[in-house]
């Protein structure tokens, strides 16, 4: 068995979650491994990231958000609401900001000691529920997704932008 890895880089926006399309990213790699027949992994390796297969929408509201993505955020909200304060969660804790508040690059996760910026217990909840992980099939050197199937990569941490990873890993022969 022949196994293939790949990392690509994203950039998020930081005031909404960043839904990325990263089908033809995915069928590049999977060109790229030269393997015919197996699978493929796309993988988010961030805690408040998730990987998921929709189809693609053709709508979009007046920010350009596709209907789909604005509904699974409209969906996601009844059950996991925005994470507004130090009280809406009960993460981070006094603990955690200690401990973050140790660390050497401070100042990317609490830029001015802004302890708000560690309230993303929303995002941490959304990816757990949506999952971090997808398996597609590979058939004859091409994704097995049907016309309108997409691989989406989400960040739910929207208190601020950053670059993220997406591991893409082929498997087979």
Known sequence: MKLYKETITLQSEGDTP????VTPQVREVIKESGIKEGLVTVISPHTTCAVFFEEFSHDRDSNGDEYLQIDLNEALEK????HTSAST???????HYKEVEKWPNIEEYLPGGDR???WNGD???????IGSSEVFDVTDYTLGVGKTGYIYFVDFDVTRPRERRCLITVMGE
């Open 116 to 118: 708000s910026y560690l």
């Open 18 to 21: 960043s839904y990325i399309d």
């Open 89 to 95: 969660y009960h993460y981070p804790g006094e603990e």
């Open 123 to 129: 995002a941490h909840l959304k990816s757990t529920i």
């Open 79 to 82: 059950i996991i609401p925005k």
